[in-house]
């Protein structure tokens, strides 16, 4: 195996891995719910523009927006006034099958197949799709509860 140095290696460093995401901020811009499901729509305030000039949603993002519907669905699917804890992220997977180049009012839902109560919270899985089935996937997550 060769050992490579920092200046054969920097030259593949992606800006937007390295840095690039904390420019991307969003705005939850509306949310329904139900027991069911919730949808939500989002707008970018600001964001990671590549060299190519074409913005493009990616992954990371889409976790930290998944998470948060996640805590949101949770503490109201369970009437909790105040969020005190985060959720635990067990599982994603996301299939990215066309490019969301928008940055507004991207639609995202998810609809719940699972809910079972465990050990202090409650465990969901949810069906997951940004930008009507642009990603698509299944996130497994527990809800802590006090």
């Known amino acids: 195996m060769q050992v490579l140095t920092k200046k054969e290696w920097a030259p593949y460093i992606s800006n937007y891995l390295s840095l690039g995401w904390k420019e991307d901020n969003y705005e939850i811009t509306s949310i329904e719910y139900s027991s069911e499901k919730i949808i939500s729509y989002i707008s970018l305030s600001s964001y990671f523009l590549p060299k190519t000039g074409v913005y493009h949603f990616s992954i990371p993002l889409a976790f930290n927006i998944i998470a948060q519907l996640g805590i949101i669905h949770g503490c109201l699917d369970n009437n909790i006034k105040k ?8 599982e994603i997977q996301l299939k990215c099958k066309h490019i969301i180049s928008s940055t507004k009012d991207i639609k995202i839902e998810i609809k719940v197949t699972v809910k079972r109560s465990v050990k202090n919270g409650f465990f969901y899985i949810g069906n997951i799709s940004i930008g009507n089935n642009s990603f698509s996937g299944e996130a497994k997550y527990i809800l802590p509860i006090e």
């Open 83 to 90: 969020k005190s804890k985060e959720i635990y992220l067990r």
